[in-house]
């Protein structure tokens, strides 16, 4: 796709062309870490046990995403609006500074990790059963930091020139290494969560090295030069700002998921803890289709705000939030009609099944209007809004999600309350995302696009 046909085609196919490739992407991507929890839910024996281990090393896992997002997130659609209006040397600088970020992020994350590793997986909710299975995934997940945060932090600037289908090359060629690697140290190595772990790093370490590698080509519409590292506060701080939004939603994943399982923890034990490892794989996996829309829907925001073309940025959202939507609105029915397949997915456990089952409509519900919050603040981010994106934020999981998992397990909801405040804060903030974007959208684009 022409760099010139993100100001110029028709809205439709021009988003569902931008956008499948990045859906195909996030979902074979998800599957780094579903496809490993698939395969140990499955082993005979001690599946349900390992499953739960692995599962209590997410938040750390949403971390490190969160770490990529902040530079990611923020340096994209900063370089897509810089291309807009024909700034290709402001996009490369962007490019240069966000990855000497990631790099020297990587370096901290992975030393504050494995000195705070014990601790922190108590935190998450471990029992002396899950402790060691917990362990041994993420003391081997952990070296592949630096690999996570260059293919997630630098995929943006792929998207950002139009290059959909070659960002979606780049999540394939590591997760589909992976699906390969899975059952091989799983199951024929024997090595249970630890093999996972290594499958995993390896397949990372070859999309990084395939996003770098490209980026560094001729084939890029920016040019990245690995060996002219650079910081520039300047420039850095305008993509922290941007980014700081996408950042917290991920950090406070990590945060709510401590939460969950903490409470559930104490509530439930390891079965309670067990369940919400399914339900949260289940919402990933809805939640990447919804992730890869808003990955093509930025830069083509962006792209057309900084080219002043308010019509079609107003016909980009109205489009991806009818997508959205009713995306999310099906996905949500569908789990509250078949919730034995859904959970069936990751494990066979019966007792497990059934314990789950009941709860899986407390859960899923307000996933039915998530599409709305999603994309409205998605779009806040194409506009470069960092305030409104970081409120709503906040919003959402801190002011309304995290209050409400200990409010309501206090009652005599018990674990029940626990999965319900996760579709009360989603139809929540749905609600007002949405009409603070419906309001507040007029004055954006009368303002318009910084100047570079």
């Not at 499955?42 to 281990?53: N, R, S, V």
């Not at 996408?246 to 559930?264: C, D, G, V, Y």
């Not at 974007?437 to 954006?444: A, N, R």
């Amino acid at each position: 796709m022409e760099q010139n046909d993100l100001g110029t085609k028709r809205i439709p196919p021009l988003v569902m062309k931008m956008a499948f490739p990045l859906i195909i992407a996030q979902l074979v991507n998800g599957l780094y870490n579903i496809v490993d929890r698939i395969y140990l839910g499955h082993l005979e024996g001690a599946g349900a046990e390992i499953l739960t281990g692995v599962g209590l090393t997410y938040p750390v896992i949403l971390l490190i995403t969160a770490f990529s997002n902040l530079i990611g997130s923020g340096g994209g659609p900063l370089a897509a609006i810089r291309l807009g209006q024909k700034e290709n040397g402001k996009a490369e600088e962007i490019l240069a500074v966000s990855t000497t970020s990631l790099l020297a992020m990587s370096a901290i994350l992975m030393v504050v990790f494995y000195a705070l590793k014990t601790p922190l997986i108590y935190l998450f909710g471990a029992s002396e059963r899950t402790f060691a299975h917990a362990n041994d995934y993420l003391t081997i997940y952990l070296i592949g930091t630096p690999f996570v945060l260059l293919t997630l932090g630098l995929n943006p600037f792929i998207s950002a020139q139009g290059k959909t289908t070659m960002s979606m090359l780049t999540v394939i060629i590591g997760a589909t290494l992976n699906i390969i690697l899975d059952p091989l140290f799983i199951f024929v190595f024997g090595m249970g969560a630890k093999g996972a772990a290594i499958a995993t790093v390896i397949s990372q370490a070859v999309s990084g090295a395939y996003v770098v590698a490209f980026l560094s080509s001729r084939r890029s519409t920016m040019k990245l030069d690995i060996r002219k590292p650079r910081i520039s506060r300047k420039v850095l701080i305008p993509i922290i700002s941007l980014g700081v939004s996408p950042f917290i939603m991920s950090a406070t994943e990590a945060a709510i998921n401590i939460a969950f399982n903490s409470r559930l923890q104490m509530l439930g034990g390891d079965m309670a803890v067990g369940t919400m490892t399914i339900f949260s794989s289940i919402l990933t996996f809805i939640n990447m289709p919804v992730t890869g829309m808003n990955q093509a829907v930025t830069p083509l925001v962006s792209y057309n705000f900084g080219a002043a073309l308010d019509d079609r940025v107003r016909g980009i959202f109205r489009f991806a939030l009818a997508v959205e939507f009713s995306y999310c609105f099906i996905a949500s029915c569908l789990c509250n009609i078949f919730p034995r397949t859904a959970i069936g997915l990751f494990t066979t456990d019966a007792a497990l099944v059934e314990y789950a089952i009941p709860y899986m409509k407390y859960f899923i519900t307000g996933m039915a209007i998530f599409g709305m919050q999603s994309c409205s603040q998605n779009t806040f981010l194409g506009l470069g809004q960092a305030r409104i994106s970081l409120f709503l934020a906040i919003f959402r999981k801190v002011i309304l999600l995290i209050p409400l998992v200990y409010i309501l397990s206090s009652t005599p909801l018990g674990v029940k309350g626990v999965f319900l405040a996760e579709s009360i804060s989603d139809a929540t903030a749905a609600t007002v995302t949405i009409t603070v974007f419906l309001s507040t959208l007029p004055g954006i684009l009368r303002k318009g696009a910084p100047k570079p």
